[in-house]
Structures are given as structure tokens and as C-alpha cells.
């Protein structure tokens, strides 16, 4: 299943779509219509919440929607907009920096690949959903860039994760664009400004559940930046592979249902090059991450 956050005559749903992406099923409506009652959380952290309850009630719509009569509360996906699967997360966005050692080289020597596992964090407010603009922040940064990367969404509550048991915490997969304002991450020596611009964490443009993606650690990751590949990368180059990045998060940190870990990008950013090719007004930048579609943006003219 690929869950969605998106907003159709001015009503946001929780929705899912069809395996050939063409299709968007109104969970809410489908089930007040047959069942006139709506049990179903409108907001999609409050459905992962509950966790199997949620998934149950979805089998149980699919069941009755065999039978069921009238097709209103499935739409076409074009035409619906679709915000971020989370629009506003209740905490920071993990990150997990330099963990593909060539994007590390690329931005420094082959001494800047990290030993452990390297943490940052993005804002709530930076995040926003496929084929929304980007703002541009050119008052205050000359050195926009992206990153393309897998997303790990959280699906149950847990602290001290063995690695082993790690992947029984997920939910499901998305894509983000950790995009970075590298000479503010330079001038501060830290990465939280030059990471949490408003705008700068485009995510989406679903959640695929994990029973769809049975291995995490090998999707190939590509960006584009007007149709030119910049990155072409693949998880099984992680330096740490996404259980060992969610049993380090936990260790002394809850995490909880909903939290979003970005796992780091491959080589081919825009500062790799020499010289540098950073994000300009109209640029359009797709990642596409194997098994769960095409983010796309446009950074504000």
C-alpha cells in the first residue's frame, strides 16, 4: 500500500493509491459511505498510531468495496494535489549525514568518513509535498543544494532497538530532498540553518509500506536536476544500513510513530563539482528512489 496526504475541493484526506499509480482511494469517504461511520483519522501520524488496528480497518474497506456499488470515493491522482505524506511531523527530521563514503570524499577527504553514525536534524516547518516550489532564500544564501534521499517513517514506539529487531519499527518508505544552504552550514560550523530553511525538506510524494520494499538497504537513488542525472547511487553503499541507523537513534531516544529518518545521499551533489553547481530560481530537481516513485520540485524563481 502507498499512503498519501492529499486535498481534493478543498477537503484533505488520508488516501491510498493504486498499484499503477493512476488512482487515489478517499479512505475517510470510502468508509463513511459504507459503513456511515468514519473511524479513520484524517491526519496520517494518528493512523500510523494505531498502528495494525489501521491496517485492519483498510482490509475490512477492501472487502466491502467488492461489493459496493459506487465508485465516488476514488479519484483520478491527477486530480488531486498531494501535501507531504506528513505534512508537519511532530518532531525534527532525523538525519543521517555522509553516510555514503563517496558523497563523503566529494565534500571533503576520505578522512571525513564517519566512524559512527552521524546525526542532524531538519525543522517541522521546513517540509513540503511533491510539485511544490521550494523558496529560493536568496536573501541569505547564494549556495542552495539538494540531496537526494531514502526516508525511513517510524511505525511503532521503541527505545534501545536491537538492530535485528530494528525493521519492526518501520512503517513504510518515502522519499525527501534534504536540500542545504551549504555556505550557511559553513558559516555556522553546524548544519541545523543551513538544513531547516522553510521549504528546504520536500517529501513524498507517498509512504510505501514496508511489506512493499523487503529490502531497504539496495534502492537505486537518483536525482535530477532539469532532467540531468546528478546522482545515481544505491542504498547497499550506505556506510551504515538503516538498521543500524534506527538501533543507534534509540538507544536512549524514544522514537515514536511518525518520526522520519533521512538516510543520507549519495555523491553528485551540487558542491561536489568543480566548480560548484548549485540550485537556481526555475530549476527542476526529481528523485526517484526505486520502489517508491518520483518526488518532484521547483526552486522559486
Given at each position: 500500500m502507498r499512503f498519501v496526504t492529499a486535498e481534493k475541493d478543498n477537503t484533505i484526506f488520508i488516501g491510498i493509491v493504486d498499484e499503477n499509480l493512476q488512482k487515489v482511494v478517499n479512505l475517510q469517504l470510502a468508509e463513511e459511505l459504507m459503513t456511515g461511520k468514519t473511524t479513520i483519522p484524517k491526519d496520517l501520524i494518528e493512523c500510523i498510531e494505531l498502528e495494525e488496528e489501521f491496517l485492519h480497518k483498510i482490509e475490512e474497506l477492501n472487502k466491502l468495496g467488492k461489493e459496493f456499488q459506487s465508485n465516488q470515493y476514488i479519484y483520478d491522482l491527477d486530480d488531486?494535489?498531494?501535501?507531504?505524506?506528513?505534512?508537519?511531523?511532530?518532531?525534527?527530521?532525523?538525519?543521517?549525514?555522509?553516510?555514503?563514503?563517496?558523497?563523503?570524499?566529494?565534500?571533503?577527504?576520505?578522512?571525513?568518513?564517519?566512524?559512527?553514525?552521524?546525526?542532524?536534524?531538519?525543522a517541522p516547518t521546513t517540509v513540503v509535498g511533491h510539485n511544490e516550489v521550494v523558496l529560493n532564500h536568496k536573501d541569505i544564501t547564494s549556495q542552495l543544494d539538494y540531496e537526494g534521499e531514502l526516508a525511513v517513517v517510524i511505525g511503532k514506539k521503541g527505545r534501545a532497538i536491537k538492530e535485528e529487531e530494528a525493521l519492526d519499527y518501520v512503517f513504510g518508505y518515502t522519499i525527501i530532498n534534504d536540500i542545504t544552504a551549504r555556505d550557511l552550514q559553513s558559516r555556522h560550523k553546524q548544519f541545523f540553518l543551513g538544513k531547516s530553511l522553510d521549504t528546504t525538506c520536500p517529501m513524498g510524494p507517498y509512504i510505501t509500506h514496508k511489506s512493499l520494499i523487503p529490502n531497504p538497504n539496495k534502492l537505486q537513488v537518483v536525482t535530477k536536476v532539469n532532467e540531468e542525472i546528478r546522482q545515481n547511487g544505491n542504498t547497499e553503499q550506505f556506510i551504515f544500513p538503516v538498521e543500524t541507523v534506527i538501533s543507534v537513534i534509540s538507544?536512549?531516544?524514544?522514537?515514536?510513530?511518525?518520526?522520519?529518518?533521512?538516510?543520507?545521499?549519495?555523491?553528485?551533489?551540487?558542491?561536489?563539482?568543480?566548480p560548484p553547481r548549485f540550485l537556481k530560481g526555475g530549476d527542476v530537481v526529481e528523485i526517484s528512489v526505486e520502489g517508491l516513485g518520483t518526488l518532484r520540485n521547483v526552486i522559486e524563481e
Open positions: 488531486v494535489k498531494l501535501h507531504a505524506p506528513i505534512p508537519r511531523p511532530k518532531k525534527n527530521v532525523f538525519c543521517v549525514g555522509k553516510n555514503y563514503a563517496e558523497h563523503a570524499i566529494e565534500l571533503g577527504s576520505a578522512e571525513d568518513i564517519p566512524e559512527h553514525v552521524m546525526l542532524f536534524t531538519k538507544q536512549g531516544m524514544t522514537l515514536e510513530p511518525g518520526d522520519i529518518i533521512a538516510t543520507g545521499t549519495p555523491a553528485g551533489v551540487g558542491k561536489g563539482f568543480k
